[in-house]
């Protein structure tokens, strides 16, 4: 059965019929960070406030939460930033990708400030993925703690222990397991939305806190020291960066039908439910969210609470991947083997180099840290950073693609920025107690990327010239003054031009070229998938050499073979099954004149630059019939 990869997403194609069921998958892919955060906010914010719990404090900070999720969720990202989707997918480099700002007119242009921010924050969620699997499977295992000390020095462990299992079954794929997300996400919020109505049924006072102003009171009477509690806070909107970015797995629909009919009321029930609890009984501040169940429930809470945070890990993991994949077709990351485990799912992929790379980061903070209330120091930075910036981006995408005036676009981003930035201030604050990890792991990667991508523009400017000029060549060839062998050839070619210095290195090495010629050109699209109609471009050059053009979408993965299927019917008689593929193998040294790159950031370009994928893997090439010339470069 042929993937989903060149056609439009099966949303776009769906009918009204299948919203629902869609909608209930939404939620096992889409909401997993969202629908757990109950587990850690309410206990950060009790311990922010200092371990005490007063009415104003609970009834504040609920009141906070409630708005929050509303105007941020709901507004920011449900009604206005899912519209800015690049061919139904989502994300922040979708949304940077939809910007025509070059970066080459450096970091400190307008162009290169939205390109900077937009690979910023794609390197930030990488530094969620590594905490949000870690503070969720310890918070739901510490529930244990609420039944009985006796498990007190067994949950990390057992924490540690299932976050190697979750990384270790990525390999063999989640599809199977993935159709049981969505029933098992929706038998979740059924849960706590139950508890928290319980809860508000014993306590109804609470519902006051859905009134605004109560919680501007509270930023008002407690003033900058409220952004300690803010932090808190924001823990509950985590997971909204990652619901943009799984947008299209589902399209705009079920994610937004899934959000305001099963989530947010599960959401506002819970944290509604454990204020009430936490006003009748402030003892139950060290975990309010198990503390709303009688004791006979907790271990059947313990047990859905896991799973429901292992599905939210292998939610984030999964983005992780997708995001991986985009980064490497635009041109910010070196390519690496990337795996398709679902004969049917397009987005199902696997990634192992940075599966392995989050396990060990996601296990070592867990060990480092030790438990969720340690770590909800280091969560919630990269997020609200991430959520910073890509208000920025989006101030562009609706004055440059949706043409929008600025009386409208203004007082929407700006809205939208004194919530971020005030989110964004209060995690500063949490830096020292951790907000310093995902931070720096962020900025490594956000360094990785432009070294990568200026390492990469080097090198294509400062390739050796060839001893035969694409000119020369082309004339030999039409005036049929080159010797020809037997046989056909595919040059891979980095630049849009017939005859690339490749040809010519192979015709000064071996004096002749083969019968049968054709230079192919793979461009990546600033576009989600390319169609098919679009997808293979040939011109005949002279006899016997082509020009091919293939396009792919940045969230495609890349097979020549199956795209130049199309070939021979579009005047290119080359056999795919004998023909040999050709391609350039440049060796990184160091310019024994002016150097281009400082010697660390070169050291980085060539490691990765060797160490990328080759290729036979990065384009399903055969490789008993691939070959690679070498040249050497002066970085």
């Given amino acids: 059965m042929a993937l ?23 939620l096992g892919i889409v909401y997993g960070d969202l629908g757990t955060s109950p587990l850690y906010t309410f206990q950060t914010v009790v311990g922010d406030a200092g371990g005490k719990i007063s009415a104003d404090v609970a009834l504040g900070s609920l009141s906070l939460i409630v708005w929050a999720l509303i105007l941020t969720i709901s507004v920011k990202y449900c009604l206005v930033v899912m519209r800015a989707d690049n061919q139904g997918e989502g994300g922040i480099l979708a949304l940077m990708s939809m910007l025509s700002r070059p970066f080459e007119g450096g970091l400190l242009s307008r162009g290169g400030l939205l390109i900077a921010a937009g690979l910023l924050g794609a390197a930030l969620i990488y530094g969620d993925g590594i905490i949000t699997p870690a503070i969720s499977v310890l918070s739901a295992l510490e529930g244990l703690n ?59 006072g609470v519902v006051a806190a859905f009134n605004p102003l109560l919680g501007l009171r509270f930023l008002g009477t407690h003033g900058w020291g409220s952004l300690i509690v803010l932090g808190g806070v924001f823990l509950a909107l985590t997971g909204g960066e990652a619901l943009y970015a799984d947008m299209g797995h589902f399209g705009r629909r079920p994610v937004r039908i899934a959000w305001t009919a099963i989530v947010l009321p599960a959401l506002l029930l819970n944290y509604a439910g454990q204020a009430a609890q936490l006003l009748r009984d402030p003892k139950l501040a060290a975990n309010p969210f198990f503390s709303e ?44 083997v990337i795996r398709q485990t679902s004969d049917v799912e397009y987005g199902q992929i696997y990634v192992p180099t940075v599966n392995w790379i989050m396990m060990v980061a996601t296990v070592a903070i867990t060990i480092g840290f030790g438990s969720s209330a340690r770590l909800t120091g280091a969560f919630g930075t990269a997020v609200a950073t991430t959520m910073m910036l890509t208000t920025f981006l989006l101030y562009d995408v609706m004055r440059e693609r949706w043409h929008w005036s600025r009386l409208v676009a203004l007082p929407l981003i700006g809205l939208f920025l004194v919530i971020d930035v005030t989110f964004f201030c209060a995690n500063l604050l949490k830096i020292a107690d951790g907000g310093f990890v995902p931070l720096l792991f962020g900025g490594a990667l956000f360094t990785v990327m432009i070294t990568w991508h200026r390492g990469v523009a080097l090198v294509r400017a400062g390739l050796p010239r060839e001893t035969h000029s694409e000119e020369e060549v082309l004339s030999l060839l039409r005036r049929r003054e080159l010797p020809r062998t037997e046989g056909s050839a595919i040059f891979l070619s980095r630049r849009a031009i017939q005859l690339p210095p490749l040809v010519s290195r192979y015709l000064t090495l071996y004096g002749a070229l083969p ?43 890349p097979n020549l073979v199956d795209a130049l299927q199309g070939a021979r019917a579009q005047g290119c008689p080359i056999d795919l ?33 060797r160490n990328a994928v080759r290729a036979p893997d990065r384009f399903a090439l055969p490789r008993d019939r691939f070959i690679e010339i070498g040249r050497q470069v002066e970085l």
């Fill in 4 to 26: 989903r990869s060149n056609r439009e997403p099966i949303w776009m194609t769906s009918k009204p019929a299948s919203l629902l069921p869609m909608s209930v998958a939404a």
């Fill in 146 to 204: 609420v039944a009985t000390d006796a498990f007190k020095p067994y949950v990390l462990p057992l924490a540690v222990l299932v976050l190697l299992v979750l990384f270790a079954a990525q390999p063999f794929g989640t599809a199977k397991l993935g159709r049981l997300f969505g029933p098992v996400m929706l038998v979740w919020f059924a849960v706590i939305g139950a508890i928290g109505l319980v809860a508000i049924v014993r306590s109804p």
């Fill in 293 to 336: 169940v009688p004791g006979w429930g907790v271990y059947p809470l313990v047990a859905l609470a896991t799973v429901a945070t292992i599905i939210a890990s292998q939610a984030i993991i999964t983005g992780v991947y997708s995001l991986t994949r985009q980064a490497m077709q635009l041109g910010w990351l070196p390519n690496m």
């Fill in 515 to 557: 019968r049968q010629l054709a230079t192919l050109y793979i461009e990546f699209l600033p576009m989600a998938r390319v169609p098919a109609d679009r997808r293979l471009r040939i011109e005949t050059v002279t006899d016997g050499v082509w020009y091919i053009t293939v396009s792919f979408g940045f969230f495609e993965i």
């Fill in 577 to 609: 099954d004998r023909a040999l593929f050709l391609a350039s193998n440049d060796d990184v040294t160091a310019s024994r004149t002016a150097p281009k790159l400082a010697s660390w950031r070169r050291m980085m370009f060539g490691f990765l630059y």
